[in-house]
Nanobody, 121 residues
Framework: QLQASGGGLVQAGGSLRLSCAAS????????MAWFRQAPGKEREFVAS???????YYADSVKGRFTMSRDNAKNTVYLQMNSLKPEDTALYYCAGREQLRAVIAVNAYDYWGQGTQVTVSS
């Protein structure tokens, strides 16, 4: 089970940090990712992290977002800086019972409930 939090309303150029807490064992062996979905659009990949902490980002967020994990707390984070109005979406964390992270939506086994991020211009 995944519980996402940290969303909110922020002005363009601002920052937010999302958190996703996982329950259960073997969190350190799971690849994790963040996806987002804007109204009327498909869910899209944002960032991922594998079991040893290697990260990968969508081009649209590269250099602005940073994903990290704290295995002692069973939590992953998404630090979002220099936010833009086009980052407005419902953000979901996801996990899979694999060591390697991928970008495909259907490759993930667990999903959080989503946390809303709204960036005003």
């Amino acid at each position: 089970q995944l519980q996402a939090s940290g969303g909110g309303l922020v002005q363009a150029g601002g920052s937010l940090r999302l958190s996703c807490a996982a329950s259960g064992r073997s969190f350190s062996n799971r690849a994790m990712a963040w996806f987002r979905q804007a109204p009327g659009k498909e869910r899209e990949f944002v960032a991922s992290i594998n079991w040893i902490g290697n990260t990968y980002y969508a081009d649209s967020v590269k250099g602005r977002f940073t994903m990290s994990r704290d295995n002692a707390k069973n939590t992953v984070y998404l630090q979002m800086n220099s936010l833009k109005p086009e980052d407005t979406a419902l953000y979901y964390c996801a996990g899979r019972e694999q060591l390697r992270a991928v970008i495909a939506v259907n490759a993930y086994d667990y999903w959080g409930q989503g946390t809303q991020v709204t960036v005003s211009s």
